[in-house]
């Protein structure tokens, strides 16, 4: 016989489905340790320099005299400053920002589903994209972005799996569990009642996952516009400006990208809800003039509706095409810029070596956050596309799939709990079967009438 080679389920599924939560968030602060080494270490001295030209009031007299923040805002203004210096170092910071708007996206996607809502950390992402920018850099995208929505995505999946448990254990086994099984069981169970009853219907394996992918959608269909929208306007227009324009007050704007994205975010839904709710209420006054019948005086429900992202092709073209082309461009900027003279200073030189080690440390904690997620097939094929395409393009395309992935998993495991419900009820009713025969096998010709106690 041929010998054939199978792995393990417990490989070929996604970590977080085979694995509790909590052990798979420990490489985050050891990343977050690493970075911190190598960004103190790797740049060498020319960064510390320019700190003290701007403490010594050498760079940028006009910002570096403000008592208490004139030293490091002239420090990250000169810093970025020195990044746009050159051909070649434009192009990397075009990687780099094209990478940037690819993570917005996403972090924006993440916080906009149903299942982000009770998240306080996570409903304010933008305010930590604001600490990334001006302080943590890769350290707050670490531990506070990805550790945060890990965390969640893991709660989610336990959420629906014990739920899952709770319909297929039978009831006896719940009375005979003592201590911390029947905590842990009695905790099921009320989760399970609480996704049957979110999901209005009777509790069943199909129910429950049907409301876990439920959970999964964008809590209003105005993101699908508002996200594009506020990214275009308020992280690459800036960002296009301090491009042609690189001064102080352009690159100053630049840096506030997550307030404008906030700003311009909100006002696209408060614009797109009036939209609707107008459309809503001509809808009813033309469908009242044709039946003839007085119209409620009530107001229109304004309630914004949910949207499934992955299921409308639309929405997904909107949301995520502008990272793609910009990462594409990018990608094509920098290859050709390889084919220039190196014309980096060695200030500029070390500044982009930061910046490229700081990105270079975001992308493998996204990479990782793809794995534990969506297992090591999909991590795969972003790092092929990020290749081909740029590492913004390559994380967009890996996030379109790894909902699928997600909602697969959820199928899964569903249909896991499901199997091993009736196998344990097979087993069960052999034991009562051995108990009413009193014997532990079935009796045969040769089994003999009396046996020794």
């Avoid at 409903?123 to 001006?134: F, G, H, Q, S």
């Avoid at 696209?268 to 939209?275: E, L, M, N, S």
């Avoid at 990105?359 to 094929?381: D, H, P, Q, R």
């Amino acid at each position: 016989m041929p010998f054939r080679f199978s792995i393990p389920r417990a490989l070929r599924r996604p970590p977080i489905h085979t694995i509790s939560i909590h052990p798979l968030l420990v490489p985050l602060p050891l990343l977050s340790l690493l970075t911190l080494v190598a960004l103190t270490i790797l740049p060498g001295v020319e960064i510390p320099m320019l700190y003290s030209q701007c403490h010594a009031r050498a760079r940028l007299p006009s910002v570096s005299w403000i008592p208490a923040l004139g030293a490091p805002l002239c420090f990250i203004l000169s810093f970025f400053h020195e990044a746009l210096a050159a051909v070649r170092s434009r192009a990397t910071l075009a990687v780099i920002l094209a990478y940037l708007a690819a993570m917005l996206t996403v972090s924006l996607v993440e916080a906009a589903r149903v299942a982000s809502r009770p998240n306080w950390l996570l409903r304010r992402v933008l305010l930590l994209w604001l600490v990334l920018e001006l302080v943590g850099g890769a350290i707050v995208w670490q531990l506070l972005i990805v550790g945060s929505f890990l965390l969640q995505t893991g709660r989610e999946v336990s959420r629906h799996r014990n739920a899952q448990k709770a319909l297929v254990t039978p009831p006896a086994e719940h009375r005979e569990e003592g201590g911390e099984g029947a905590d842990a069981r009695a905790e099921a169970r009320a989760e399970a009642r609480e996704a049957a009853a979110s999901a209005e219907d009777a509790a069943t394996p199909t129910t429950l996952t049907r409301e876990a992918i439920r959970r999964r959608r964008l809590e209003t269909d105005s993101d699908a516009l508002a996200i594009p929208i506020a990214v275009e306007l308020g992280f690459v227009l800036p960002a296009i400006i301090m491009f042609i324009y690189h001064t102080p007050a352009t690159i100053g704007l630049w840096l506030l990208f997550p307030v404008i994205v906030s700003v311009v975010r909100r006002a696209v839904r408060g614009i797109v809800a009036a939209i609707i709710s107008l459309r809503r209420r001509r809808r009813r006054r033309t469908r009242a003039d044709a039946t003839g019948e007085p119209s409620s005086s009530s107001r229109p429900s304004t309630r914004p509706r949910a949207l499934d992202l992955e299921a409308n092709r639309l929405g997904l073209a909107l949301v995520y095409a502008l990272p793609v082309l910009l990462s594409l461009l990018a990608h094509v900027f920098w290859i050709w810029s390889l084919t220039r003279r190196d014309d980096r200073k060695q200030m500029t030189r070390a500044v982009v070596d930061f910046l490229q080690l700081d990105a270079a440390f975001m992308l493998i904690t996204s990479l990782y956050w793809l794995f534990v997620e969506t297992g090591w097939k999909l991590f795969l094929y972003v790092v092929a596309s990020s290749v081909v395409l740029g590492p913004g393009a390559g994380l967009c395309i890996g996030w379109i799939l790894r909902e699928k992935a997600i909602r697969a998993g959820f199928d899964e495991d569903a249909a896991l709990v499901r199997q091993r419900g009736r196998e344990g009820s097979l087993q069960g009713e052999e034991g009562q079967d051995r108990q009413v025969t009193g014997h532990d096998e079935p009796a045969g010709e040769e089994t003999p009438l009396l046996r020794s106690s």
